[in-house]
């Protein structure tokens, strides 16, 4: 569990979003999509709130980790 929290908690952010962003446009693409970018665009967002609230918590999860470490 400690090697999970701490991949995510080291993890780039911006790329896995660039990342889930071009997932997201050409799913939407090839299902023929009418608004495909906005959706595309709004699943992105849903993602990256995901990923900033895992990132948070994994931080908090290693470091309170690290301290019972040190102990």
């Known amino acids: 569990m400690n090697d999970i929290m701490?991949?995510?908690?080291?993890m780039n952010l911006v790329l896995w979003v660039s990342g889930i962003f071009?997932?997201?446009?050409?799913?939407?693409?090839?299902?023929?999509?009418a608004n495909w970018?906005?959706?595309a665009l709004l699943a992105?967002?849903?993602?990256?709130?995901v990923l900033?609230?895992?990132r948070v918590a994994?931080?908090?999860?290693?470091?309170e980790?690290?301290?019972?470490?040190?102990?």
């Open 6 to 10: 701490q991949y995510i908690s080291r």
């Open 22 to 33: 071009v997932a997201h446009l050409l799913l939407y693409m090839v299902l023929g999509t």
């Open 37 to 39: 970018a906005w959706t």
């Open 44 to 49: 992105t967002v849903v993602w990256a709130i």
């Open 52 to 54: 900033v609230v895992a």
């Open 58 to 63: 994994s931080r908090r999860w290693v470091e």
């Open 65 to 71: 980790h690290e301290k019972e470490k040190n102990r």
